[in-house]
């Protein structure tokens, strides 16, 4: 019993470590695309805020030069 309770617990470790690793990762992705495109450490920080809402807001409004950059 004692053990069945103890998998639960690093279970539960590994989820909450897995939503802060993605957190992590898409604010850091959301800063990186800020300052390319406005080189403001305000709007970086804004960014990093409201990280997947201005990773997909990015997405929709690259411009043509921007998605040429890519390739």
């Known amino acids: 019993m004692n053990t069945l309770i103890i998998l639960n617990d690093s279970k539960e470790t590994f989820t909450s470590s897995g939503i802060s690793m993605g957190t992590a990762i898409f604010t850091s992705l959301a800063v990186v695309c ?3 495109r406005n080189r403001s450490v305000f709007w970086a920080f804004v960014a ?3 990280n997947i809402f ?3 807001y990015w997405l929709m409004t690259r411009t043509e030069e921007e ?3 890519k390739r």
Do not use: A, C, E, H
Request: charged share 15%; hydrophobic share 40%; no cysteine.
């Open 34 to 36: 800020s300052w390319t």
């Open 48 to 50: 990093g805020v409201f």
């Open 54 to 56: 201005y990773v997909i």
């Open 67 to 69: 998605q040429r950059k």
